[in-house]
């Protein structure tokens, strides 16, 4: 069975420091793999989607970037955080019509 | 571009009842539609897929059902039990790889 792992599963980081969030898939091989952030009392937003190794879309505008080097890791980075960059981040994988979602990581910039 | 709505944005029930949580989309081109559950803190777990081509889908006592003319969903939860209690979401897809989410419905049910 496919399974999806997020980490770390919880994160505070000072403004101006970097930030690396990873997310790997198993059971799973040429997944599209997904991340979204969902700040307090807010939708889900999609940041990033990727078909492939080395394919990202951006959705939003944004001082983050993703990069997939292996076709079942995805990861979610920063070189200078903001206090606008709070709050919960979740990956996604999906081979098809469904999405599968990780535990999420929760991050929380002072 | 796709916007999704969900109403309402909470709500509580007593233990028992039937609830209906309703999602409404804007560009009704969409290839299926997908209903979440949240638990506070955690990730989203997948409850109901549509496909564009189905009117309904039935699991237990949740029921999802899906106009696509209308732009339009619902969940439906029959006998609802205080560990519904939840945020729920309902998400479609279209052209692309993309999926949008509504901002959900927060459930309480009250025991």
């Known amino acids: 069975s496919q399974t999806i792992h997020q980490w770390p599963a919880t994160l505070v980081q000072p403004v101006g420091s970097p930030l690396s969030l990873e997310c790997t898939v198993e059971?799973?091989?040429?997944?599209?793999l997904y991340w979204y952030r969902q700040a307090a009392g807010r939708g889900l937003q999609l940041l990033f989607y990727?078909?492939?190794?080395?394919?990202i879309s951006s959705e939003v505008p944004q001082n983050l970037s993703a990069s997939r080097p292996q076709d079942r890791q995805f990861i979610l980075s920063s070189k200078k955080l903001l206090l606008s960059d709070s709050g919960f981040y979740l990956c996604?994988?999906?081979?098809?019509?469904?999405?599968?979602f990780g535990p999420g990581t929760r991050l929380l910039v002072l | 571009k796709q916007e999704v709505t969900q109403i309402p944005a909470a709500l509580s029930v007593p233990e028992g009842e039937n609830l209906v949580l309703n999602c409404s989309f804007t560009?009704?081109?969409?290839?299926?539609l997908q209903w979440f559950r949240q638990d506070p803190g955690k990730g989203l777990t997948s409850l109901l897929l549509?496909?564009?081509?189905?009117r309904e889908q039935t699991s237990g006592r949740l029921n999802a059902s899906l106009d696509k003319s209308s732009g339009r969903s619902t969940l439906y939860i029959a006998a609802s039990q205080p560990g519904d209690s939840a945020t729920y979401l309902c998400?479609?897809?279209?052209?692309?790889?993309?999926?949008?989410f509504g901002t959900g419905t927060s459930l309480t049910v009250i025991p």
């Open positions: 990727s078909v492939g190794i080395g394919q």
């Open positions: 996604a994988w999906s081979a098809g019509a469904t999405q599968y």
């Open positions: 059971g799973t091989s040429n997944p599209n």
């Open positions: 998400a479609v897809s279209g052209t692309g790889n993309q999926f949008y």
């Open positions: 549509i496909q564009s081509s189905q």
């Open positions: 560009d009704s081109a969409i290839y299926n």
